[in-house]
């Protein structure tokens, strides 16, 4: 018998009582109604639905343009010696982010120089450390880029590895690095810290080199309350549970406090587990589409498994004030989260664009819980790789979506179309009512900065320009991409109208390193996650909400920047950066 919170959703939804089945009955007298969500803006399950249906339809207003595979080329500077093997290899490039001006987010002027920070390897193999890139301020030709080698030296092992983050120009010239330090010594797992470290550069007649590494430090690696911690993850690590501590992003605010805004996610504040499945907040939609999708949830073993495991979160921090040795000063609630939906919202990036605040950051839909939508998405696309965003007055928040569900960008060509390399960049329209258009505006490639001479026509292509010779006929190797899906044909896609149930797939292996390009592929029936051990709340916590911070109103000009989210869109993913531009009826922020 249906009990009375249940039997009030069920008569909304239209639905006839004496059709559930005692476990529909049981699933529905399970459900937590509250109303209050536990901190920041949530991304429900129909917020996710909207974006895997906006994918799938290809809306131009959302879709990564289509660039010319013909004009596309190789970086020369990817050809270099390997931290790893001390041996010229050519490398991957995976994500990318510039020095910036913390404040404005502009590209940084170092002695002339734009410097740009990159995760780098050899391709398929354990391989990912940063690098240092450089190239004349202003210059956008790819080839005249070049390589300073490692950040941390040669002879690295793949047990240390380094993933994504961002870095800022000093008072004193020098470069403050912020970057996830990846410990994979333990089984392989990966174990990932928010570092940061001080850089010291020389110039010799135009040839920068890293002088030195000084006060290379752990920043924050969870702290079980707020934020899931390694040892949590590990007890409780089943399937297609993801871990994540990483990606930070720094930003400095109108009073001069600075704050990372960093990939995480959640801890016993709003932990995973089955009774999400059960938290009427995580859906979004009306009554309907909630019990509809609850049931399918619980009807499919793997969908269950993904539900129970997601727990997504961007988080952020207060950092204390010293520049040089930054060090956690306060800790907050994140500003994102997406239990029971997504596992994997990644490499954050906020932008203030005049006395707005908006938060961008990527996720794959097949990180989250709705293997319909995702499965779907790869069969329809060949991708299903998309970027959220998020408006607030302040940096703090409370953040809203952009257009509704989040959605900003979406992928519009199959996996394997793309090269090592890094990828022109193009524009996109945010307007004042909270949405975005993607122009067709886009640059050569290595252009980091807007300015007169970044727009080239060249690039922008179509459909049947977009693949690389041979790639079209070939169909998408799934093992290598890491979504386990089979080959399909993306000139005669399957209507996203009728999704199919979905295969279950074998169980994953241990995910590589964060940046690389591979997803673990689906696993069986979950098991029920055990409890870990409670850490100590944070004191104070019911004060410890976000606070409000300043910003400057009615700037005529604005300063734009945006760090690389993720190396999945065109040809590989890249940070572009744009010169201030005039605030009229709309801003326009560009991307790789």
Not at 58 to 78: G, H, L, W
Not at 83 to 96: F, K, Y
Not at 443 to 472: C, F, H, K, V, Y
Not at 520 to 541: A, D, F, S, W
Request: proline share 7%.
């Amino acid at each position: 018998m249906l009990n009375k919170d249940a039997e009030n959703v069920v008569k909304k939804a239209e639905i006839d009582p004496t059709s559930l089945t005692p476990d529909q009955i049981k699933a529905l007298n399970k459900l937590n109604f509250s109303k209050t969500a536990k901190s920041g803006t949530q991304m429900t399950y129909n917020d996710f639905q909207k974006i895997a249906d906006t994918l799938i339809k290809q809306d131009s207003r959302y879709t990564v343009p289509f660039f010319k595979a013909s004009e596309i080329k190789n970086m020369p500077a990817a050809i270099t010696k390997d931290a790893q093997t001390n041996t010229i290899e050519p490398l991957d490039v995976w994500d990318s982010w510039p020095v910036q001006d913390v404040r404005t987010g502009q590209v940084a002027n170092w002695n002339g120089y734009q410097l740009v920070i990159a995760m780098m390897g050899i391709p398929n193999q354990n391989d990912n450390h940063i690098y240092l890139l450089y190239n004349k301020y202003g210059d956008n030709e790819l080839s005249h880029w070049k390589n300073a080698g490692p950040i941390f030296n040669y002879n690295a092992t793949p047990l240390s590895q380094e993933g994504s983050g961002s870095a800022v120009l000093n008072s004193d010239n020098s470069i403050q690095l912020f970057y996830t330090r990846v410990d994979t010594s333990d089984n392989n797992t990966n174990h990932q810290k928010i570092a940061s470290a001080t850089l010291y550069l020389t110039d010799n007649n135009g040839n920068i080199s890293l002088a030195h590494v000084a006060n290379d430090h752990i920043v924050f690696e969870g702290d079980g309350y707020y934020y899931q911690t390694y040892d949590q993850w590990k007890a409780t690590n089943k399937g297609a549970d993801n871990i994540a501590m990483r990606d930070a992003h720094v930003i400095e605010d109108d009073n001069g406090d600075r704050y990372l805004v960093f990939e995480a996610s959640t801890g016993l504040e709003n932990y995973q587990g089955e009774d999400q499945v059960h938290n009427w907040l995580n859906y979004g939609g009306d009554d309907a589409f909630n019990i509809k999708s609850l049931f399918r949830i619980l009807s499919i073993d793997d969908i269950k498994s993904r539900a129970t495991w997601a727990n997504a979160a961007i988080g952020i921090l207060k950092l204390n004030k010293d520049e040089k040795n930054p060090k956690l000063a306060e800790l907050y609630s994140p500003l994102i989260f997406a239990p029971m939906v997504s596992d994997e919202i990644e490499r954050p990036d906020v932008v203030k664009l005049g006395n707005k605040y908006y938060l961008f950051a990527a996720t794959r839909l097949n990180r989250g819980s709705n293997d319909d939508a995702w499965m779907n998405a790869n069969y329809t696309v060949g991708d299903n790789v998309a970027m959220v965003g998020y408006v607030a007055d302040s940096l703090t928040g409370p953040y809203k979506p952009l257009n509704d569900s989040g959605v900003v960008l979406t992928a519009s060509v199959p996996a394997n179309w793309r090269t090592a390399t890094w990828a022109p960049s193009f524009l996109l329209q945010i307007n004042p009512d909270n949405t975005t258009t993607v122009l067709a505006k886009m640059t050569n490639q290595g252009d980091w900065i807007w300015d007169d001479s970044s727009e080239n026509l060249d690039m922008i292509g179509d459909l049947d320009s977009a693949a690389l010779p041979g790639e079209r006929d070939r169909p998408v190797d799934w093992d290598l991409i890491g979504y386990g899906l089979k080959p399909h044909d993306p000139a005669t896609p399957k209507n996203p109208e009728t999704p199919t149930t979905p295969e279950t797939p074998e169980t994953p292996n241990t995910p590589k390193t964060p940046g690389t390009p591979q997803t673990p592929e689906t696993p069986n029936t979950p098991e029920v996650p055990l409890t870990p051990e409670t850490p100590k709340q944070p004191e104070n916590q019911a004060n410890n909400r976000l606070p409000q911070t300043g910003n400057n109103a009615n700037k005529a000009m604005i300063g734009l920047g945006m760090g690389t989210l993720f190396g999945m869109f065109g040809l590989a993913g890249l940070t572009k950066k744009t010169k201030p531009l005039s605030l009229k009826c709309s801003l326009t922020v560009l991307f790789f």
